[in-house]
């Protein structure tokens, strides 16, 4: 069987769709956990030094303690989610050769148009969209985002091509190049 029909699946058969995510989204979780690991590691450290407590509030510390250490475990897990973002960053091909591995392994799909944001910047209307296409083989709908450099105007329900790689979330190609297709019926 070749690469392009082998499907992952779980323990009971059913198919496992990807669970990769861009690395923007990675790095944006990243500065979350780093902020409330900031916040929380100096709370932590300024009431279990500074709050004197009597004799039989030794939970009170405790939890002061805790505090530390759930901010220190934060900080930890940011940084180790922002260093895997970064080098899922480095790792992202290259436009000519996301191409390349397109022709080679990738698949062709036909997505609705869900939403239509539009923008104007110097004179010039933008259109952004997001697709959705219904994967049989994973029994999953994709989402794809078309970006802010598209300048036809679509509507919501037009069919745009869109090529993707099945194993990958984030590897995929909207065709802008051809006039849009017919809305479907």
Known sequence: MSRKNRIECDRKGRPIPPGDIPWQKGMT????LLAVGVVLLPAGLLLFSLVPLPDGMAVVKLLFGFLIFVGALFIIYGIVIA????????????????EAALAERGEHCAADVVSVRTRTKNGETHYRITLEYEDKRYQYTRRFDGGWDNKIPFEVGDVVDVYYLPDSNILYVVDFSGEKTASRA
């Open 29 to 32: 979780r990243a500065v979350v």
């Open 83 to 98: 260093a895997l973002a970064q080098s899922q960053r480095r790792k992202m091909p290259s436009a000519e050769k996301l």
